[in-house]
């Protein structure tokens, strides 16, 4: 037989504990492998190069 404490309905507790700061580690976009190959081949078509961008 159950007790009414264990018929009432569920409800969530006021305190939500936050994951742990190392479980939740950020994951780092991974890059597309054909998106350097294509921009290397369109800077080549344009005369360009990767030295050419970055300088001031």
Known sequence: ???P???RPKTRG???TL???DVQAPKLPQPRPTLG???EDAMRR???SRE???KE
Do not use: H, I, K, V
């Open 46 to 48: 344009s005369g360009l």
């Open 37 to 39: 190959a294509e921009l």
């Open 19 to 21: 994951p742990e700061p």
């Open 52 to 54: 050419d961008f970055g």
């Open 5 to 7: 404490e264990e018929n």
């Open 14 to 16: 006021t305190e939500q």
């Open 1 to 3: 037989m159950t007790t």
